[in-house]
């Protein structure tokens, strides 16, 4: 299907005219088409094949002539014409938050920006922050996306990179067959930390070579970058770094801990190690010549008189002082979660009806789950209205009454507007079983203040994505996580940790810092599209690099352990 190139050549022929300072109404006719296009549910050639590109909606006679030219040619003739008078890398630059189209066209014509590196240079020798209307600030700013743009360049969210793990140990596991003993994923994958650089796997085997020759043939490798006895790595869709590692039975532990890191974790072990007279590396844990453990992991950390640490712990942020007094907290897992308590349906901007939505998530084996679609302010995701809001709670009222154990609580999301004030009265939110209230609008007024004043509200059970970060896309907001966790506790509010993979939002140190003041945090997919709901996993890994124990999690409350704890701030 060529649904995903049309989609990219409209988005970049609005940017191309945003570049050039063409009118709203025009960019934005490019990027409703786009959306149209992307949620198509046919084969866009196969309409253009039936002369049908006019039913897509907002395509109308000049946006089919573009297509049907890309179509038929690969190009847009007026595309390449416009791209002719615009900078290099125009859609790089466009991708620097902070750094709109306006000021883009601005330095391209008064400094000659034309790259990234010439942006840098710009910011640089000071020539940016003299362009009128820039000023320190402004340039701090974008200096500061550059930098967050470089890294996601290098780097692999943990969302993307746990799907690639799982889609190449699902192919070894069918093609070695016994040969594979134990397979495991490594490294920051395995710790589960939110961007990784690449992607570590380590089979237990007998057949090193034969192992390692296999990922090679895995379809999306690209380019072998080596292929040994013990070691493969290859890039797939040329782009990620695959390391798989073919580890003797003997070793394999010793491996899984060594490979596993943090860097900083192990540097504390071999110190440790040594003073206690040992010898750690990847082979095993040695005290002269003589191995002592290496098969199993816990024989390495056991050695050393220390309980065993999960691995989204092994940060040396005093995990190692803990397994020493034998105090791991027992971290919340995934078979604790009971609930997934923030989700849309079609009734604001998710891609599933409501009847639909609960049967994809009863599938997971969950008993209750809550519906917060968008409020009403939310207007770029078909927020509800009251009268939208109020038909929905009668209609999940009326699908729990057919339900069997399960229950499907009625909420919003509800937009903390610019002035501090909900988007819905309480007469509205009173009528509701559960309240995420999120900061969508305004990021820079006051967010501190914002979410102190929505915590105050009785009826509001969670604070939703509390910073409002985009892993590598957006910073969070300039918010006083001190003063939002402390008020948190005070008043039993849930601080969220959204697990989708581009939000991770409360980070892992905001989890930690939260959980340690008492606070109650609830993981949740905020899932639009049913693919999102596994997700989950990624929200309970980062809570597990917080420290979260189960009780500190409201997701794993039963419902009337839910109930009982939202009486005590409703
Ligand atoms: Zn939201
Ligand atoms: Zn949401």
Redo the contacts with the bound molecule.
Sequence with gaps: MKNNDVVDILEKFADVLEFKGEVGFKVNAYRKAARAIRDLGDDIEKLWGENRLGDIPGVGKALQEKIDQFLRTGHIRQLDEHLAAAPKELFQLLQIQNFGPKTAAHAYKELGVETLDDLQAAISDGSLARLAGMGPKRVANISKSLELHARAEKEISIGLATLIVAEVMAFLQEKAGDKLLRLSPAGSVRRCKETVHDIDILAETNYGEEVIRLLTEFPRVTRVLSAGATKGSVLLDDRYQVDLRAIQPESYGAAQQYFTGSQAHNVRLREMAKKQGYKINEWGIFRGDEKIGGKDEDEIYAALDLQWMPPEMREDRGEIEAAAAQQIPELVELDDIKADLHMHTTNSDGQHPLEQLVDYVRRRGYSHMAVCDHSRSAIYANGLSEDRLLRLVRDIRALNAQLDNFVVLAGI?VDILPDGSLDFSDDILRQLDFVVA?I?SAFKTDPTGRTLAAMENRYVDVI??PTGRLIARRQGFDIDMERIIAAATRNGTALEVNSSWDRLDLSDINVRKAVQAGARISINT?THHEKHLSMMALGVGTARRGWARKQDVINTFTLDQLRAWQKRHR
């Design positions: 999301e999120s969508h939703g994505h905020d």
